[in-house]
């Protein structure tokens, strides 16, 4: 049986993490019902209005909290906010970066409104039950849980590092660094502009010795982990043409082609049964780990059992590779399939065309132009005439098999740095020391930030990703969640950085 962990018992005695134990216990209620205000902010970067709102919620509670912050604007695009607060004699500056932007919700999927912030007394999964948000100085439970978007990805952050400061701030205990913010509104939307920000106000971040990146959950078990790299993302969207207009299938079945099987067939040739990906060259650009990489690698619990069971699993891709081993090399993923309806909207006909969204999650080597060359070059070797557009008539009379392939511009390679990195180093004995000594450490999340990438590969600068939110949180769906008892790790683990040696 897999060993679960708990994030909560504390390793040593810490008089930091002591006093932010207990300002929880005191102003846990007050703390909650202050996230919940900012939980109704809707935070989608393509609605300007919202975003700024969700921004200026923020400029003025770290404001309130000492910091002394401003928003760093480009035209049409979400604001940075930036702030910092110097300390006399600091050791060393940090940055902590987390992002304000949420997912697109499809409200009919939530139980509750994703802007409406709910609080359950446990998960709805484990029969959880809804209750009142408690009132002033009411005690809270380890196993609540608040409903709504963004709840854990990313707003989580926020609430531990502002709480962490206020308990802080509550015992007149400085900061031992001084530390920026930097605070992304688009990350969601692969953050475009983010590079700008960064090039035409370097001289607010030059200074920077290690970036604190804020966004992700502690490992399956409930141990804490850090990562020291994230993958790169790119996708295509391909679109199979038949007839100009979708054709009654007692009419014309058996005799016009099916874009829905045409598309199902050339997918079939991408990628294998046991996970493996059949384009040619796919695999070739991969950067090899190194040998200290390979060793924490090996010393990850193998959690996949546990997995499998949690997710309802009975076989995964990758011929029995644990799910850590398969986050090392480029993943291919059909997102998404349309042709025609299903349920009660089907209809007897032939739809005119079928269309399939894929992703890729690139590792270190990976070029996200020549990934989605690959692909292309591909899909000409299995008989395609490959267009940027809806093809005309001549198109259509010339060609068997027309597909329009849609290119992401805004794909961004992988990120790492080296996971002995003696920069960052002290921040993990230190939460060894003092919180949990049973740390994981991952060469590189599955997921993909463009931040990381650029602070690790472009601005050359240390960095490491410090998770707090629960695994299960439904990140990027419906019904996404925040679990309180992980908010004592995370605002003990922020009070912890600000104040260690």
Not at 262 to 274: G, H, I, N, Q, Y
Request: net charge negative; hydrophobic share 35%; charged share 25%.
């Amino acid at each position: 049986m897999l060993l679960l962990f708990s994030p909560f018992v504390l390793n040593g005695q810490n008089k930091v993490i002591d006093l932010s134990t207990k300002w929880i216990e005191e102003n846990g209620a007050d703390m909650i019902n202050e996230y919940a205000e900012f939980l109704k902010l809707p935070n989608h970067a393509s609605n300007l209005t919202d975003i700024n709102k969700n921004a200026e919620f923020l400029k003025n509670g770290f404001a309130k909290r000492g910091f002394d912050m401003q928003l760093l604007k480009l035209p049409d695009a979400p604001p940075i906010v930036y702030g910092e607060r110097k300390v006399p004699g600091a050791k060393r500056t940090y940055c902590f970066y987390i992002h304000y932007d949420g997912q697109p919700v499809d409200p009919q999927a939530w139980k509750h409104g994703p802007f409406n912030p709910t609080l359950y007394d446990n998960a709805m999964h484990k029969g959880g039950k809804k209750i009142k948000f408690p009132k002033s100085g009411e005690k809270i439970e380890k196993e609540w849980r608040i409903y709504a978007r963004s709840a854990s990805d990313d707003k989580a952050p926020f609430l531990t590092l502002w709480s962490a400061i206020d308990a802080l701030n509550s015992s007149n205990i400085p900061f031992s660094s001084n530390i920026k913010l930097f605070f992304d509104g688009e990350e969601e939307s692969s953050s475009p502009n983010v590079m700008n920000y960064l090039e035409k106000h370097s001289e607010l971040f030059d200074d920077i010795d290690v970036w604190l990146l804020n966004d992700g959950a502690i490992f399956q078990t409930g141990q804490p982990q850090f990562k020291f790299g994230g993958r790169g993302v790119t996708s295509l969207e391909l679109t199979v043409y038949g007839a100009n207009s979708s054709l009654h299938s007692g009419h014309y079945g058996n005799w016009a082609p099916v874009p829905g099987q045409m598309l199902a067939r050339l997918l079939t040739s991408m990628k294998s049964e046991d996970g493996t990906v059949l384009i040619d060259g796919f695999y070739d650009s991969v950067e090899p780990i190194s040998d200290y990489e390979r060793e924490q690698i090996n010393n990850i619990p193998n959690i996949d059992e546990h997995l499998k069971n949690e997710l309802g699993l009975s076989f995964t891709e990758g011929n029995n590779q644990t799910l850590f081993e398969r986050v090392l090399i480029p993943s291919f993923t059909i997102r998404g399939l349309s042709s025609g309806n299903v349920g009660e909207k089907s209809r007897n006909v032939i739809p005119s065309k079928a269309i399939a969204s894929l992703g890729m999650r690139l590792v270190k080597g990976n070029d996200p132009e020549k990934m989605m060359d690959l692909v292309e070059n591909h899909i000409k070797k299995e008989g395609w005439h490959i267009t940027d557009k809806n093809p005309d008539s001549e198109t259509r009379s010339k060609y068997e098999k027309i597909i329009k392939v849609k290119r992401n511009p805004n794909g961004f390679p992988a990120g790492k740095i080296n996971m002995d990195n003696a920069t960052v180093k002290p921040i993990i004995e230190a939460v060894k020391k003092h919180i949990d000594p049973n740390i994981v450490l991952l060469s590189s999340s599955g997921g993909s930030n463009r931040i990381y990438q650029i602070i690790w590969e472009v601005l050359d600068k240390p960095g490491i990703s410090v998770n707090m939110v629960n695994h299960d949180n439904n990140q990027h769906a419906a019904n996404e969640n925040l679990k309180l008892g992980n908010l004592w790790y995370g605002i003990n683990l922020m009070a912890l950085l600000l104040t260690m040696e």
